[in-house]
Antibody, heavy 121, light 106 residues
């Protein structure tokens, strides 16, 4: 069974940093495309970042240069390092697995329950 | 950057009714389009991918259609469990969600 469990959320001051974790079971993170998606209070889903199985990484413009996606094969865990946090980064952060579907990647078939990040003084 | 636009923003529906949600892409995404259901406090749930392929364990009342820039999600007979927010998402070389359509009880 595929399971994803996010952790690491919490209250942080503007300008601060936080590292989110997404522990995976039932599959190997390194062999998959993995994304982070967030939902700000009262808003819709926003894609944040993706890491490909070959290690390439991509980011939404809103977080480029501040957030870093990575993974640890020994822990089978995905990470999101968030620096220079702003109030507008306040959101529930979800990790998602993107198995190949119909020959392409990008379909978020498996999701964690999310972890809440609040940026406030 | 491809922008996804969903309509309407909110839909008030009675159980048993047929529901049609729309999603438009600012440029062609071929059939690289997925639909998700999202309820408060829960993880989003994949319904449709490839514009029209139903995901595993999704009831047959959910169906998707379209290609290029115009897409539709149809719920043939709305059940009480279907009241939620629905998002379309393209994955044509990138990823982006629409702003969502809330399906609420009339």
């Amino acid at each position: 069974e595929v399971l994803l469990a996010e952790s690491g959320g919490g209250l942080v001051q503007p300008g601060g940093s936080l590292r989110l974790s997404c522990a995976a079971s039932g599959f190997t993170v390194n062999n998959n495309y993995m994304s982070w998606v967030r939902q700000a209070p009262g808003k819709g889903l926003e894609w944040v970042s993706v890491i490909y199985s070959d290690g390439d990484t991509y980011y939404a413009d809103s977080v480029k240069g501040r957030f870093t996606i990575s993974r640890d094969s020994s822990r089978n865990t995905l990470y999101l390092q968030m620096n220079t946090l702003r109030a507008e980064d306040t959101a529930i952060y979800y990790c998602a697995r993107e198995p190949r579907r119909l020959g392409v990647y990008g379909v978020m078939a498996y999701w964690g329950q999310g972890t809440l990040v609040t940026v406030s003084s | 950057e491809i922008v996804m636009t969903q309509s309407p923003a909110t839909l008030s529906v009675s159980p048993g009714e047929r529901v049609t949600l729309s999603c438009r892409a600012s440029q062609s995404v071929s059939t690289n389009l997925a639909w998700y259901q999202h309820k408060p406090g829960q993880a989003p749930r994949l319904l449709i991918y490839g514009a029209s392929t139903t995901a595993t364990d999704i009831p047959a009342r959910f169906s998707g259609s379209g290609s290029g820039t115009e897409f539709t999600l149809t719920i043939s007979s709305l059940q009480s469990d279907d009241f939620a927010v629905y998002y379309c998402q393209h994955y044509n070389n990138w990823r982006a969600f629409g702003q969502g359509t809330k399906v609420e009880i009339k």
